[in-house]
Structure formats: structure tokens, C-alpha cells
């Protein structure tokens, strides 16, 4: 078979990129596909581990220390995600293993996301919409007031590529931008807050852009939402549990923020059922980075990170310890 003859991949689960390119990633690679396979993934990774070099995954399938154990001969991990939240990365550099992940691939989308949601919150448009669909314009009268995005002053937290598009899409609508990383940026004129709920404190919106790490489990606490105030809005397209999400709801409908439109949440699918009786809320089932364009861009990234490890060159998107 011609496959036989192709490098081998391991696939634990698939991606969404992944089923969508199915055809032509299997022109290039032959993929082990665990979840077909009718043996437990303990065996199913034994049969394969002197073979085993690359795993496609995405941030949804755990990379253990236990499945990296059965791996003995596993060289490099391309994931389909920007966030690496799911790999065992100390493991991975104990043993030398290469980690590529979507690069910028998303960053544009995840912008355009996040400035979206904050329009829809501070503007109302979701809500809106259930109102006028409800047949309660004719009854209610006018809508109440939205807010104008324009003159905001917004609080990125983490700026790195996906938060740089966002401060440029919003210094477009006349917003004051600063921020919180984990270090100042030499090369950016915004305000740096090394204190995230200093940032909350001088900020009307907080839009979350940050990896999930130890540092930043539950970084925005109840003490960040007082700072914010009852008039500030959260938007979060990082990782849902950067945010205490039991506070957040707290406050939500206690009245001590303003609003919040999520792409992430803490354990996804499942969401608190609180968030679903809160006009001030928008929500969406983690898609910031779901459209076609992207797809395109990745499905180009992963083969292209794939085809560089096999040719033993550099790979186009390797994570790089700062």
C-alpha cells in the first residue's frame, strides 16, 4: 500500500482542522488513528511506540506524562492550537521532545472575536435581538441605551500576537489601550500595568489573551472585578479558567461588573447555568479561531511543521521557551 511507505503520524482524536482535511493530509501522511481502534489506548499505543515520531493533537486531547511514557520513540507534538495548556511540557524537555503549535495562524480571527463580543456586550445586539424576536418592541417600546465603544479605555491582558491585533483593531475605534504580560514590550507605547488588577482599576473593559499556565489559573479573581467596577465588561478568547469562573458568575449577577461576552469557559461544554438568564452576557462555544480562512492557514502550517520534522529541517512554528 502506498501508505505503508508514507511517515507515520499518530492521531489520539481528531481535530476539527483535521476531519476537515482529512483527504489531503492522507496524500502526504499515514495516520494512526486511536480512536478508530477497538483496543484500549494503552495497547493501541503499545503496538505503535517503537514507530511512533509525531502526534497531531489539539487542545483537547491531553498529552500526559503516562501516554508520553508509552511513546518511547515520539520526537515532536504539533498541535492545532495556540495554547499548549493540554502538553506536559516539562516532560517534552526532559526528553528533548519538539512542540510546534498554530503559531499566529489565528491571531486575526481571535481579534476580530474579541472585539466583536465587546461590541455586543457594550452595544446590547445580542440582547436586542432576543427582544425584538420576542415580539416585545411593540409592546416594550425602546431599548434601553447601549454604551459607546469609542474613547473605552481597554485592559489587555496578554499581549502577545493575538493581543496586539486586538489593541490594533480597537485603537481604530478611539480606545485607550494598556496592558498586563509577563513582561513589559519594549516596542509597544502602551501603558504596561505589571499588576493585573492595577490594570482592572484604570480600565472600563478587561479583554482576556493569555495562555493558561499555573501563573494564570484564576489570575482574574473576585479582587479584579471589584477593580473593574459595576460598569466594566470581561471579554475572555484565552482559556476559561484564567478566569475564577464561580466569581465571575457572582459578580454577574450580583451586579459587580458590568457584562461579559465568553468564547471559554472553565469546563467546556458545560457552562453555569446562571450565564443563560444574563442579558448582559455573550456567549459563544469556544470558535474564535472557526472560519474557513483559517483552516486553510493551518492545515498549511501543520503539514508544512510535519513535512520540516521528517526532512529533518527546522519547523515552521516551534515553541520557544522565553
Known amino acids: 500500500m502506498v501508505e505503508d511507505h508514507l511517515p507515520q503520524v499518530l492521531v489520539l482524536r481528531p481535530p476539527k482542522s483535521f476531519t476537515f482535511f482529512e483527504t489531503q493530509f492522507s496524500k502526504k501522511f499515514h495516520f494512526l488513528k486511536a480512536w478508530e481502534s477497538q483496543l484500549p489506548t494503552t495497547d493501541f499505543l503499545a503496538t505503535h511506540a517503537a514507530s511512533v515520531k509525531a502526534i497531531l493533537c ?21 498541535t492545532t492550537s495556540v495554547g499548549l495548556d493540554h502538553i506536559n ?21 481571535c481579534a476580530d472575536l474579541a472585539v466583536g463580543l465587546l461590541i455586543d456586550v457594550l452595544r446590547k445586539i445580542s440582547a436586542a435581538d432576543r427582544f425584538v424576536r420576542a415580539g416585545l418592541w411593540p409592546i416594550s417600546g425602546d431599548y434601553p441605551l447601549g454604551s459607546k465603544l469609542g474613547g473605552k479605555r ?19 475605534f478611539g480606545c485607550i489601550i494598556s496592558y498586563n504580560s509577563r513582561r513589559e514590550k519594549a516596542n509597544v507605547s502602551y501603558r504596561f500595568y505589571s499588576n493585573v488588577c492595577e490594570l482592572g482599576a484604570n480600565s472600563d473593559a478587561l479583554i482576556i489573551c ?13 479582587e479584579v472585578m471589584k477593580a473593574l467596577g459595576k460598569e466594566g465588561v470581561i471579554v475572555n478568547i484565552g482559556r476559561g479558567a484564567v478566569i475564577d469562573e464561580k466569581e465571575l458568575v457572582q459578580c454577574l449577577v450580583e451586579g459587580e461588573i458590568g457584562g461579559a461576552g465568553l468564547d471559554v469557559f472553565e469546563n467546556e ?3 453555569p447555568k446562571e450565564l443563560f438568564t444574563l442579558d448582559n452576557v455573550v456567549l459563544s462555544p ?33 515553541l520557544l521557551d522565553e
Not at 487542545?59 to 520513540?73: E, K
Not at 511540557?89 to 480571527?109: H, K, M, T, W, Y
Open 89 to 109: 511540557l516539562p516532560e517534552c524537555r526532559g526528553r528533548s521532545i519538539s512542540v510546534a503549535n498554530a503559531g499566529q495562524v489565528f491571531s486575526e480571527d
Open 58 to 78: 489539539n487542545s483537547s486531547t491531553p498529552i500526559t506524562a503516562d501516554i508520553l511514557h508509552h511513546l518511547p520513540s515520539l520526537k515532536l507534538i504539533v
Open 269 to 271: 461544554p458545560d457552562l
Open 154 to 172: 481597554v485592559g489587555i491582558v496578554g499581549l502577545g500576537s493575538i493581543g496586539l491585533e486586538v489593541a490594533k483593531r480597537l485603537e481604530a
Open 210 to 222: 493569555c495562555a493558561l499556565n499555573d501563573e494564570t489559573h484564576h489570575m482574574i479573581n473576585k
Open 286 to 318: 469556544h470558535l474564535a479561531v472557526f472560519t474557513s480562512e483559517s483552516f486553510s492557514d493551518l492545515f498549511d502550517l501543520v503539514t508544512g511543521n510535519l513535512e520540516a520534522f521528517f526532512s529533518n529541517k527546522p519547523l515552521l512554528s516551534p
